[in-house]
Structures are given as structure tokens and as C-alpha cells.
Antibody, heavy 115, light 107 residues
């Protein structure tokens, strides 16, 4: 079973940037029907879908992050990235990468946006 | 954007009770509706995919049904370990969305 490990989170000031990484134990976004999503969860809140990248390279975003976040992949490294720019206090959350309805989720990486 | 509304938001239930959680979509989403369980401090776990397909290893007391805009997660006989928050999720229409969650407390 594929395993996912996120990294790259941290404490950042508003307006700052981070690059989140999701390392997979095997190729996950190479076939046309494969995908990887980012889902976030603010402290004490529910799950919020953020972004997805498909095997054909297509990418999609939640309206709340469109224009500020960019999802990408490196197939040689079996890694998916989420570049998060122009961070806002409301972006503070635990960020999961996941093949959501494939049943594979990482443990998450925490992003805290605060001055 | 498809809005998923779960009910109830919170339920306190006794072991062996049958539990029903509903998820209503703001528009038709076909069969691309999935259910997750999340316990405190843990990542979400897939229970049911595509309305009614049980994910590998999920106890048989969890079941899903529904169509169109109305979907249901049923726990046939609640066990103490089922105390958690449950979320529905649609992958029919971008941007994908989650329901607000239903928290189950065991009496």
C-alpha cells in the first residue's frame, strides 16, 4: 500500500510563502486515472478540499486558494508539491495530501500563519 | 460549487444503536459521494466510496446508500470505537467539497 509523507510546513508571517511536499512510497500520479489531492483542516474545524493534480497534468483549486497556491509533481521523485504564496491568517491549518477516495492519506504538515 | 449539508451536526448515541447520518448535495452528483471517519489526532479514514462501496478492511456495520442529491451513511450497530467525526465528500464537480461533519458521541 502506498504511503504518503508530508513536509514543509511551519510558522510563517502573513504574505509569506512555503512549499509543501508530499513524498509517496511509489508512483501515484503517473497514470491517466491517478491523482493526488491536498486537503486542509483548520484547528478545530472540518475538512476543506484545496487542490488536485491528475495524471494528465491537469490541476484544479478551491476558490479560496486560486491564484495563490500551485500544485505540481515530480514523477522521478514520486513527490507532489503545493506552493503556497501570499499566505493569510485563515490559511492556518493542517495540510494533508491524499488519494482521498482511494483511501490513502498522509499524516499532514502544519502551516501556521501569524505575525 | 456543490454544497454538502450533513445532518445532524452532533449525535449522542448508545452502543448497539443504529445510526444514520445524511448528506444532502445542492445539486445532483451522481455516484461520486464518499464517506470518511476521523478520530481526534488522526488522519481521515475512508469508509465508503462511490455511495455504497465499502473500502477494504472497513467493518461490515458501516454501509452507504443514496442517489442524486441525498445520501446516507448507516452504522447498523454502534460500537464504542465508532466515536468520531464523519464527513461526506463529493468528487463529481470541481471544486470538490466536503460536508461540515457529524460528530458522534458515545453515551
Amino acid at each position: 500500500e502506498v504511503q504518503l509523507v508530508e513536509s514543509g510546513g511551519g510558522l510563517i508571517q502573513p504574505g509569506g510563502s512555503l512549499r509543501l511536499s508530499c513524498a509517496a512510497s511509489e508512483p501515484t500520479v503517473t497514470a491517466s486515472d491517478n491523482y493526488m489531492s491536498w486537503v486542509r483542516q483548520a484547528p478545530g474545524k472540518g475538512l476543506e478540499w484545496v487542490s488536485v493534480i491528475y495524471g494528465d497534468g491537469s490541476t484544479y483549486y478551491a476558490d479560496s486558494v486560486k491564484g495563490r497556491f500551485t500544485i505540481s509533481r515530480d514523477n522521478f521523485k514520486n513527490t507532489v508539491y503545493l506552493q503556497v504564496n501570499s499566505l493569510r491568517v485563515e490559511d492556518t491549518a493542517l495540510y494533508y495530501c491524499a488519494r482521498t477516495y482511494g483511501g490513502v492519506w498522509g499524516q499532514g504538515t502544519t502551516v501556521t500563519v501569524s505575525s | 460549487e456543490v454544497v454538502l449539508t450533513q445532518s445532524p451536526d452532533f449525535q449522542s448515541v448508545t452502543p448497539k444503536e443504529k445510526v444514520t447520518i445524511t448528506c444532502r448535495a445542492s445539486q445532483t452528483i451522481g455516484s461520486s459521494l464518499h464517506w470518511y471517519q476521523q478520530k481526534p489526532g488522526q488522519s481521515p479514514k475512508l469508509l465508503i466510496k462511490y455511495v455504497s462501496q465499502s473500502f477494504s478492511g472497513v467493518p461490515s456495520r458501516f454501509g452507504g446508500s443514496g442517489s442524486g442529491t441525498d445520501f446516507t451513511l448507516t452504522i447498523s450497530s454502534l460500537e464504542a470505537e465508532d466515536a468520531a467525526t464523519y464527513y461526506c465528500h463529493q468528487s463529481s464537480s470541481l471544486p470538490y467539497t466536503f460536508g461540515q461533519g457529524t460528530k458522534l458521541e458515545i453515551k
